[in-house]
């Protein structure tokens, strides 16, 4: 059974600097494409960033690109989303997802796994 545990929310003030963390388990790592989701009060879900399972192919939100980074590290079966010059619009629960198929991470469409959510608190 796949698994995945996220790390690294919390507050922050505009401006500055998070990195998330989240790890899998239960299944060879690279086998899976790995994405981030956010989802704010009171809004949808909505993807952040994705990236393919060796890396070789990633996507980034057009609402975060040049701020939001993904990354993976397969020997230690981590995908990270760097987050920087963060505004109080990224405030939002932050999901991570693992799926086997890199294009239905990206589409958002019937990803296997979930994480529980870390939450992102941006302050103006």
């Known amino acids: 059974q796949v698994q995945l545990v996220e790390s690294g929310g919390g507050l922050v003030q505009a401006g500055g600097s998070l990195r998330l963390s989240c790890t899998l388990s239960?299944?060879?790592?690279?086998?899976?494409?790995m994405g981030w989701f956010r989802q704010a009060p009171g809004k949808e879900r909505n993807i952040v960033a994705a990236i393919s399972g060796r890396g070789y192919a990633t996507y980034v939100a057009d609402s975060v690109k040049g701020r939001f980074t993904i990354s993976r590290d397969n020997a230690k079966n981590t995908v990270y989303l760097q987050m920087n010059s963060l505004k109080p619009e990224d405030t939002a629960v932050y999901y991570c997802?693992?799926?086997?198929?890199?294009?239905?991470?990206?589409?958002?469409?019937?990803?296997?796994?979930w994480g529980q959510g870390t939450l992102v608190t941006v302050s103006s």
């Open positions: 997802a693992a799926d086997t198929s890199y294009a239905d991470v990206k589409r958002s469409s019937g990803v296997g796994v």
């Open positions: 239960g299944r060879p790592f690279s086998a899976y494409a």
